[in-house]
């Protein structure tokens, strides 16, 4: 535990023993050992904010004085809510209640004492002590603050910085799921083995000295495309990502451009769920990249486009009838069109809003296929109680050939403002469940770097321990054009359907 | 997968059967490694002229003689295998009692087999006479002298005794099946029923051969001219399996477990860093299994090693890397999903059975033969029920020659009161010989 887990330098994980780093080559015993705390590694702010503007990523975990009042002040933004929403946008008093005020409430990481709270809006890139050695921070701003100074020319803050995993407690390096191929400073052969540094990496994927399993390319990847950024990781505790994302940019009709993004969770109980996750999202891509451009309705495309999934999931089905364990998956997509935001799913992959402006509320947009959810609302259990039950995750729609009844849920809403849509599969919303915990964990500036945004997010999930594979995609939704165009409930929805009424008797599937 | 360059040689594949998943903290990994070779045999029938050597060893002790067929038999059957021999192919005789002598060609060499040299042979064999003891060790040395005398791939002994091998130490044949293990391979079998069931199936063991009883001396030429056939359709001989062990790793065990239980463990030699080889001998159109445990470090959930790599490899010629005919990858995975890390593979659990069953009938007879009714009815006992549960209805039935049997699912059985000493044998000399996999 109390050893350096991630080399000085570079953050790549090290080994018991290592004297070099296996990346950078930058000496082990040379830099002072970091300082650790056992601690998941939450934003808490404890220098006040630089004078510039968004520079850091990490808004406050804490909510700062102020913040319950202004946010009560703050009405439900969201507009042309699909029928049902309401009961899911928490009334600003209750958000007061439950945050009162500047008195810091029960933290995750012990934290410090409150620091003096900046004026709102602002932002803290500031260097954090809880992200002190192997921890990876993507936005090192210029000052060193408290961490140790890395040697010169080191890779600090190369956007592809191996991420996460590296945290106090991550024992093995390995589990990183650290992209070997991508390692900023890879050594020219970079073919030695991350786990041990001794071994080279045969042909198979193998450490020829201690045997380990290389990161596949799927084990980590991101992809951005200027106005969408997705992030998809293994996590700490599975052996293989079985998540997958695809992300893409195309032109509507009249010349607009439309921004895609589409996440599916593979259901780990059913075979070949890495499959299944990879065919649902890039099907659901093409078939959206098809319909968009022709000027199908987003709402009309994202349920075609669930239904194109859908096959392509039932097509990795052995043409056995009655075969167990179809491959599967879950899904859940966004396209932001112009002034549209339009938002499709199965299963319990999520999709959140969060405002620019952290005064608005956040809003949770999906409502989970899953029992849990379900016994909620049928009324026939409390949240807190359906959730505390052992079935509370079990699945009840997914893509897959065995599934119950294909229910394609979409949305439409019309913003008045601006801000991002998280779209996720439950790697990370188990550790930010909430759309006020999903806000927080947000960097502020997420509208303009959804690349380093969707990289906190994993971060997120890897230091809450990285139970399941975590992926999530940033669309950045911009404001209207006229800014005071606030013209409520035009009731944009096409087809917006309400949430699965009353069946809490389908077959529940269990996902990992 | 193979790379072996002779087109005419046969094609190797690995398979490897197992549940990777580990439950965390799990450190064992087993693993059924399938070797098969294919497509050489027919190609090279015709060509592969001086690519083998076989030299047979025919016990002429004084036993022999009583009852007389058993004489009559083994030259019979000595002559028909000497008629299976492909041209080309070197030999020779050996008439074999507390010393060994050459019976043809003599003068310390081999013979090439043509029409000529085996009638040449087949009438050096009318001279065979019974008289003397046992010595089986200075048969063995007899043959290899003559065997590395030849360049021929395939260098292979067939040995047939009838009686204990009771003029020499036993350390001495210990000491020479070692020296001979690498340089040849041997079939043996025991005729009529006064032999040691022990030494011959050692024999086999030690020189990668088949062992076998023919209780009934007529039987003999026909078990010979399979025996010669089997050796005829060997292609490539020394192949050896490697293990290769990441550190940290250990190897628990390596069997081989089908078409017969042959422990390999004691045989590795060290092949460089973490590798070491277990002799397989010579191959042909087949097919092997071999179950395979290591013991990995314990690891965390989510991770992924290599357990072992098992490669087949052909020796090179001097000073050349030996070529890899195929390999197979044996994977250790962690997980929290007890489904996965509970689950046993059917071919492990299956040759597990195999394995365990042959061991059964080895301690049950044992215990039969100290007088322990008890300890026999259980070991018996519980053999009929995995052969009953296994598919191995050859062992079934020999089992059937020794106990009645009440309820072979529960293993319920009696001891027979009588037993032909012929079958207790065969169910001794054949308690190693497994099923495959029955597919479902």
Not at chain 1, 158 to 181: C, F, I, L, M, V
Not at chain 1, 403 to 414: G, Q, R
Not at chain 2, 173 to 178: M, S
Not at chain 2, 205 to 222: Q, R, Y
Request: glycine share 10%; hydrophobic share 40%.
């Amino acid at each position: 535990m109390h050893r350096p887990s991630g080399c000085p330098s570079c953050a790549e994980p090290l080994e018991e023993g290592d004297r070099f780093c296996g990346v950078c080559g930058s000496p082990v015993s040379a830099a002072p050992p970091p300082a650790f705390r056992d601690d998941p590694t939450l934003p808490i702010p404890t220098l006040p904010a630089p004078p510039a503007g968004p520079t850091g990523g990490y808004v406050l975990a804490e909510p700062a004085p102020g913040w319950g009042s202004v946010a009560a002040g703050a009405a439900p933004t969201l507009v042309g809510d699909a029928a049902g929403w309401s009961a899911q946008a928490e009334p600003a008093s209750a958000e007061s209640a439950v945050r009162p005020g500047p008195d810091p409430a029960p933290a995750p990481a012990p934290a410090p004492a409150p620091a003096p709270v900046p004026p709102q809006g602002s932002s803290y890139g500031a260097p954090d002590p809880a992200y002190g050695g192997g921890e990876i921070r993507h936005d090192r701003p210029g000052g060193p603050g408290s961490t140790p100074t890395p040697p010169e020319g080191t890779p600090w803050g190369a956007p592809e910085a191996p991420y996460g995993g590296a945290g106090p407690g991550h024992e093995d390096p390995y589990a990183s799921g650290t992209p070997q191929a991508s390692g900023p400073a890879a050594g020219d052969g970079g073919k030695t083995c991350v786990a041990c540094r001794a071994g080279r990496v045969d042909t198979d994927g193998y450490c020829e000295h201690c045997g380990h399993a290389q990161p596949r390319e799927r084990d980590h990847l991101e992809e951005e495309l200027g106005s969408v950024a997705a992030v998809s990781d293994r996590g700490l505790r599975h052996h293989r990502n079985e998540d997958s994302f695809a992300v893409a940019a195309t032109a509507l009709p009249d010349g607009s451009a439309a921004t895609v993004a589409i996440v599916c969770d593979g259901v780990s109980s059913a075979s070949r769920p890495d499959e299944a996750s990879a065919a649902a999202a890039g099907a659901a891509n093409e078939a959206l990249l098809e319909a968009l451009p022709r000027g199908a309705h987003p709402q009309e495309a994202m349920h075609d486009a669930i239904l194109a999934a859908a096959a392509a999931v039932n097509a990795l089905a052995p043409e056995v009838p009655g075969a167990q364990n179809a491959p599967a998956c879950t899904l859940v997509g966004a396209v932001v069109s112009g002034d549209l935001l339009t938002v499709g799913w199965v299963g319990d992959s999520r999709a959140y809003w969060v405002p620019d402006d952290r005064d608005a509320l956040p809003r949770r947009l999906t409502e989970d296929d899953s029992w849990a959810a379900q016994m909620v609302a049928a009324g026939l259990m409390g949240e807190a109680e359906a959730y505390a039950d052992v079935r509370a995750h079990a699945i009840t729609g997914w893509l897959g050939a065995d599934a119950y009844d294909l229910e394609p849920h979409t949305a439409s809403f019309k913003p008045d403002h601006a801000g991002v849509v998280v779209v996720c599969t439950d790697g990370l919303w188990n550790y930010a469940e909430s759309a006020q915990d999903m806000a927080q964990v947000l960097p502020v500036d997420a509208a303009t770097r959804p690349l380093h945004s969707a990289q906190v997010l994993v971060g997120h999930a890897l230091d809450g321990g990285g139970h399941d594979n975590v992926t999530v995609a940033v669309v950045p939704f911009a404001a209207p054009a006229g800014p005071g165009a606030t013209t409520t409930a035009t009731a944009a929805v096409a087809r917006a359907e309400s949430e699965p009424e009353g069946q809490v008797e389908p077959e529940a599937r269990p996902q990992a | 997968m193979a790379n072996f360059a002779k087109p005419s040689a046969p094609r190797f594949s690995v398979e490897v059967y197992q549940n990777e998943f580990l439950p965390e903290g799990g450190r064992d990994v087993h693993a059924i490694v399938t070797v098969t070779s294919t497509g050489g045999a027919a190609a090279t029938r015709a060509a592969a002229r001086g690519s083998a050597a076989v030299v047979i060893m025919v016990d002429c002790s004084g036993s022999m003689e009583y009852p007389p067929d058993k004489m009559r038999g083994a030259r019979e059957a000595t002559a028909a295998a000497i008629d299976t021999l492909r041209d080309g192919t070197a030999f020779a005789v050996i008439a074999g009692t507390h010393v060994a002598k050459e019976v043809y060609p003599g003068q310390g060499r081999l013979a090439v087999a043509d029409p000529a040299t085996r009638a040449q042979a087949k009438e050096a064999l009318r001279g065979l006479g019974a008289g003397g003891g046992t010595a089986i060790g200075t048969w063995l040395r007899l043959a290899d002298g003559l065997l590395r005398q030849s360049s021929a791939a395939i260098r292979h002994g067939i040995l047939l005794t009838d009686g204990r091998n009771e003029h020499e130490d036993p350390a001495v044949l210990r000491a020479t099946l070692e020296a001979c293990a690498g340089r040849f391979t041997c079939d043996a079998r025991g005729v009529g029923t006064d032999w040691e069931v022990k030494e011959v199936t050692g024999i086999a063991s030690a020189l990668l051969g088949s062992a076998d009883i023919v209780a009934d001396p007529a039987h003999l030429t026909e078990d010979f001219t399979l025996m010669m056939e089997n050796v005829m359709g060997k292609e490539v001989a020394d192949v050896a399996l490697r293990l290769w062990t990441p550190v940290g790793v250990e190897v628990q065990y390596v069997k081989q477990v089908a078409p017969t239980v042959q422990d390999l463990s004691d045989r590795r030699t060290e092949a460089g860093p973490r590798a070491g080889d277990y002799p397989t001998g010579s191959w042909g159109d087949e097919s092997r299994e071999y179950h395979v445990c290591v013991r990995v470090p314990a690891a965390s959930v989510g991770q992924e090693m290599l357990a072992a790599r098992a490669t087949l490899l052909l020796p090179g010629a001097p000073g050349e890397p030996p070529a890899t005919l195929a390999q197979g990858l044996v994977r250790a995975v962690w997980t929290d999903d007890l489904a996965a890390s509970t689950a046993i593979n059917p071919q492990v659990a299956h040759y597990t059975g195999q394995a365990e069953l042959a061991k059964a009938i080895q301690q049950g007879l044992e215990a039969r033969k100290l007088g322990d009714v008890d300890g026999a009815t259980a070991k018996l006992g519980r053999a009929v029920q995995l052969a009953s549960a296994s598919g191995n209805a050859d062992t079934a039935k020999l089992l059937a020659k020794v106990v009645d049997v009440v309820d072979a699912a529960a293993g319920t059985v009696r001891l027979k009161a009588k037993v032909a000493d012929a079958d207790e044998m065969t169910l001794e000399t054949r308690s190693i010989q497994t099923v495959r996999v029955k597919k479902s």
